[in-house]
């Protein structure tokens, strides 16, 4: 008997398509307000807040569609998160000073439970594992 199909947005897939709209409406909530309220006191942490979130809503809409080119899409948005997770999470550490508040990468998200360091690893193998089950 063949191996059912494993789609992108299936199964599993649902799950990790709820968990990056949840954090894309988080992110994109928090950065607005930091923007719009406080830019002067953190400039680079709130830009990067809402890099985070643009990157979230790219990768929640590509892994929702789920066809060929969503999958690379999503593949790409999500790789760049893993990069900027990780850059941003070192930098936090290392110069401290540069973060008087907190993003959704620094230290690694450690204010989110250390989720936008797995994440991106999760999403990642989950492409890996479902690369070539999409439409098109």
């Known amino acids: 008997m063949a191996e059912p199909t494993r789609r992108v947005n299936r199964g599993f897939g649902r799950v990790l398509v709820v968990i990056y709209a949840v954090f894309a409406l988080a992110a994109t909530a928090r950065s607005?307000?930091?923007?719009?309220?406080?830019?002067?006191e953190a400039p680079v942490a709130y830009l990067?807040?809402?890099?985070a979130a643009l990157i979230y809503?790219?990768?929640?809409?590509?892994?929702?569609?789920?066809?060929?080119?969503?999958?690379?899409?999503?593949t790409v948005a999500i790789g760049v998160e893993l990069a900027g997770v990780l850059v941003v999470g070192a930098f936090s550490l290392v110069y401290p000073e540069a973060f008087?508040?907190?993003?959704?990468?620094?230290?690694?998200?450690?204010?989110?439970l250390f989720i936008p360091l797995v994440l991106p690893l999760v999403g990642l193998w989950w492409l890996h594992r479902t690369r070539g089950m999409g439409e098109n």
């Open 100 to 112: 008087p508040q907190a993003s959704v990468w620094s230290t690694f998200g450690s204010g989110y």
């Open 32 to 40: 607005f307000v930091q923007l719009v309220t406080r830019f002067d």
């Open 48 to 51: 990067l807040s809402a890099a």
């Open 57 to 74: 809503i790219v990768a929640t809409i590509a892994l929702a569609r789920g066809d060929r080119t969503s999958h690379r899409v999503a």
